[in-house]
């Protein structure tokens, strides 16, 4: 039995693979992933799922439920990520910290194309192993979605707050991994 951490997204340069992870996948009976990423559906059930689930209905805004100088603080990390305020501003909590985070990483050139579990993924399709999943992408937005109004503004407002530790963390996992 082996596991692996991974991350998502990596630069498309880098190179992870050693020869003990090839070797656990060309032995593996069965090989195990967070979702099946690579499905052909995959995109367009992510995107329905956050388009459902992380929108807020037509006339509430995130705006409504932050005070004056968290407000601003969205407004300023939005901005320097380079997206629009008022498309963050119709997005539920969950999905506007994930926006967020997301897009930075993405911002830093790495890139899902990359990620361990794409690369992984295909190659153990390739090689013919039986496959299994942790949960569907439908599952996985259900864990987002389903959280409270509470949790959802504390999930949002940590991310706002930490927003300079979120970023150095980041490199600080990178480097450990």
Known sequence: FILLGTFHFL???????????????????VVYFELEADAPDFQSKAISAMMLNGLYPPGKRISDTLTPDEINKLREITNSLGLLFSGIDAMRPWRAALSLEI???????LQPGAGVEHILL??????????????TVEQQF??????????????????????SEYKQSLWTLYDAW
């Open 11 to 29: 630069p498309p340069e880098l190179n992870w693979r050693t020869d003990a992870i090839k070797n656990a996948i060309t032995a593996a009976d």
């Open 142 to 163: 259900a864990m987002f979605s389903n959280l409270s109004p509470k949790t959802e503004r504390a999930y949002l407002l940590f991310t706002l707050n930490q927003w």
């Open 122 to 135: 295909g190659e153990a399709r390739t090689l013919g192993k039986e496959l299994q999943f942790f949960e």
């Open 103 to 109: 897009q930075y990483v993405l911002s830093q050139g």
